[in-house]
């Protein structure tokens, strides 16, 4: 596994480089700076510094040209225009591209959270900026008496969360956010203003579920199918160190043989001994779920350390997942099974001695499983479950962490488990482009080359690279 250290503060980092260079035309800043409704920052500007920074702070290397707080589509356009094939450029949404891709290096920032309105339709379909966070998609989606499948994270953007695919606690019920998508308006490399739906534009509609953000133009608004908001449980199961392997054993025929209204993931934490919990959401009410989590009790033989069940509305279901707002610095990466793990010890022990790194089993099925492998982008429809490794790191241990999840990436292909889930982009994932789009790929190229042959949307891991 090859690894490598990030750029030092102020030097452009390794994901930065682009084709399409050396750029000969320079951006007229300030003339798109009075063609703005909304704001333009560039270096040395009040709120520059802020403006730039993305989720990760292991990102703080990443010093963009400029940071166009875009309020309209026609905004976009403009930045679109006075930018392409003269800096890199990219959108950002939440800004929680895990390296930065959101936030290019001596590029122009397209920064789309001034448009976060979110709007339910009488028919139940909601129209949501494409710079809303999960947090104000949900908020507004509960005022209606509507749900939607999503993230968990609140302060992720509802962009990268649908272009890539969108999994998340109600997926087993209700499918992936993509599989909610009614169209997309974006703005092309060219600068044209398109609605790509199942009967317009069908070949961009495809890709925009699941073929990743970036890739195709800047997405400025969604209109998403929603349903009636359910009544929902919540819950968790923590279960005492050095029990993981029991419980992953478990697990695995438990999740596969459950009802689609139930998700529960299996999150294993490192140490000199793992440990491990499984946390989930059952569409319908706590005495219903409950007799679930004790079949599961019932097969790992160990009773768990601390158990929370909560009846709770779908808003509130929601924040239960949410986290922590705050930055966060970290290095992450991903793998997809294809099938149960065959070998639950050996899982476990990729984990061993590995302290501040988690291995979280997210299980598809159910819905996601529904749509075939190639009627969307996203290629991952029977896969048993996604992998996210994930370490908190430090400037100072990047490159070391980096080491260790690439180790433990190496050791679940190792054991059989490849692919990858393209929201948890990595660039040290070996043959990536296939991992994350798998037989979609050879489409999603042609796609990308028909609506951005000259490469204006390019960055490290396009599809233009792939």
């Not at 403009?78 to 003269?86: D, E, G, K, P, S």
């Not at 009802?259 to 993931?265: D, H, S, T």
Request: proline content about 6%.
């Amino acid at each position: 596994m090859v690894t490598m250290a990030r750029a030092p503060l102020f030097h452009a980092p390794r994901e930065s480089s682009t084709a399409v260079g050396p750029f000969k035309a320079k951006v007229d800043w300030d003339g798109l700076r009075r063609g703005l409704q909304g704001t333009l920052l560039r270096p040395g500007d009040p709120g520059f510094e802020d403006a730039r920074k993305l989720f990760n702070p292991l990102n703080d290397n990443h010093v963009p040209a400029a940071v166009a707080q875009c309020e309209s589509a026609e905004d976009v356009r403009a930045c679109v225009l006075a930018a392409a094939n003269r800096v890199s450029l990219a959108a950002r949404s939440g800004g929680h591209s895990y390296v930065g891709y959101s936030a290019p290096h001596r590029g122009l920032v397209l920064d789309l959270r001034r448009m976060a309105d979110v709007t339910v339709r009488d028919d139940g379909t909601a129209t949501v900026g494409a710079g809303a966070p999960l947090r104000s998609v949900y908020t507004g989606l509960s005022q209606a008496n509507r749900c939607l499948p999503g993230g968990s994270c609140f302060t992720v953007g509802i962009s990268g969360v649908t272009l890539g695919g969108g999994i998340g606690v109600l997926q087993r019920a209700f499918g992936l956010t993509c599989d909610r998508l009614v169209s997309a308006e974006l703005i092309t490399a060219d600068g044209r203003t398109l609605t790509a739906s199942a009967t317009r534009t069908p070949d961009l509609f495809w890709a925009l579920r699941g073929g990743g953000g970036g890739n195709f133009g800047i997405v400025t608004r969604f209109t998403f199918a929603t349903d009636p908001a359910p009544a929902l449980t919540v819950f968790t199961l923590a279960f005492p160190t050095g029990k993981a392997a029991e419980v992953l054993t478990a697990w695995q025929p438990w999740i596969t043989a459950a009802p689609k209204e139930l998700w529960a993931n299996f999150n294993m934490s490192g140490g000199s001994v793992p440990s491990c919990r499984v946390s989930g959401c059952f569409v319908g009410p706590s005495s219903a779920c409950s007799p679930l989590l004790d079949d599961l009790v019932a097969r790992t033989g160990v009773l768990p350390s601390r158990r929370t069940v909560q009846d709770r509305d779908y808003f509130n279901a929601m924040r239960f997942f949410a986290g922590r707002p705050d930055r966060e610095s970290f290095v992450a990466s991903s793998r997809v099974l294809s099938a149960p793990a065959s070998d639950p010890r050996a899982v476990v022990a990729l984990l061993t001695g590995r302290a501040g790194m988690s291995l979280i089993l997210d299980p598809l099925g159910g819905a996601v499983a529904e749509v075939g492998a190639q009627q969307t982008a996203f290629p991952h429809r029977t896969a048993f479950a996604t992998a996210q490794i994930y370490a908190t790191a430090t400037v100072a241990s990047e490159a070391d962490v980096t080491r260790s999840v690439g180790q433990v990436v190496a050791g679940l292909t190792d054991l059989g488990i490849g692919g990858g889930y393209v929201n948890y982009i990595d660039p040290a994932l070996p043959d990536w482009a296939r991992c994350y789009y798998g037989a979609n790929l050879e489409r999603l190229r042609s796609v990308a080359h028909d609506y951005d042959p000259n490469r204006v949307f390019d960055f490290a891991q396009s599809l233009s690279r792939a």
